[in-house]
């Protein structure tokens, strides 16, 4: 069986890649950022906006400042991962990483 089938598959592999791209110190913790950008940044898409009835109201209940919320620790644990890392390393962290979780 493939050791690419199951649920955890995509974290696993993210895992794997941000140990070799950038260290086993910051593997988890990049593998966790990844996967929560792609959550927070499928969550919405500017497509289905004109779909109705809207899954999530961006004016109700609070949801527009829950969702800033959310970026905005994201963006402050992917900023400290950033920091921890020596000067070489943070160059090749901030194009795939560092940078989408800014423009989000």
């Known amino acids: 069986m493939s050791n ?8 696993k ?3 794997g890649w941000a ?8 593997a988890n913790m990049t593998a966790y950022v990844l996967n929560k950008y792609g ?9 289905h906006l004109t779909f109705l009835p809207f899954v999530y109201s961006t ?14 620790e994201l963006l402050s644990l992917t900023q400290a991962v950033y920091d921890t890392l020596d000067p070489a390393t943070q160059i090749a ?12």
């Open 19 to 26: 140990e070799r791209q950038f260290g086993s110190g910051v």
């Open 13 to 15: 592999w993210m895992t």
């Open 4 to 11: 690419h089938l199951t649920p955890d598959s995509p974290t």
């Open 39 to 47: 959550l927070l940044n499928m969550r919405r898409k500017y497509e």
């Open 93 to 104: 962290y901030y194009q795939p990483v560092l940078h989408p979780v800014l423009g989000g």
């Open 59 to 72: 004016l109700h209940y609070d949801e527009g400042w829950h969702v800033l919320k959310e970026w905005e």
